[in-house]
């Protein structure tokens, strides 16, 4: 896979074994099970079964659900089941930001000081701490 951008890396920024895990499971699952196209149509509600998964990663840590958590989602884009389905590309202000560990904080606060001084366009040291 060649990525257009170089700043996403492999090994760093994007897990192709992960991808490689989603795309294994649906070709077991299509053998199992037949064609998604009609189970999703027909039979399936993808967003319930990625949260049963999800909820099975958070009980026991076996990542593999997260795979399938990831051919939920896909399945859900790919034939989608809510009403207002659409795709719009959306900027930086309308994402929720993302959640911080320690505190469980939405923030949109870069991953270094660095980045965040370069993301904010002060010079070097102005934000000496994460959220400053």
């Given at each position: 896979m060649k990525f257009k951008d170089e700043t996403l890396k492999s090994n760093t920024e994007f897990s192709l074994p992960f991808v490689q895990g989603m795309a294994d499971r649906?070709?077991?699952s299509n053998a199992k099970y037949g064609d998604v196209?009609?189970?999703a149509v027909k039979k399936l509600d993808p967003l319930a079964n990625l949260q049963v998964r999800l909820q099975k990663y958070?009980?026991?840590?076996n990542?593999?659900?997260?795979?399938d958590v990831g051919n939920c989602a896909m399945i859900?884009?790919?034939?989608p089941q809510h009403p207002n389905?659409?795709?719009?590309?959306?900027?930086?202000?309308e994402s929720p930001g993302r959640s911080l560990r320690e505190t469980g904080e939405l923030t949109a606060v870069a991953n270094?000081?660095?980045e965040e001084n370069r993301r904010r366009g002060a010079g070097i040291g102005v934000y000496k701490?994460?959220?400053?």
């Open positions: 649906m070709a077991v196209t009609d189970a958070r009980d026991t840590g990542t593999e659900w997260l795979m859900e884009f790919m034939f389905a659409h795709f719009r590309a959306t900027s930086a202000a270094t000081h660095e701490r994460g959220g400053d």
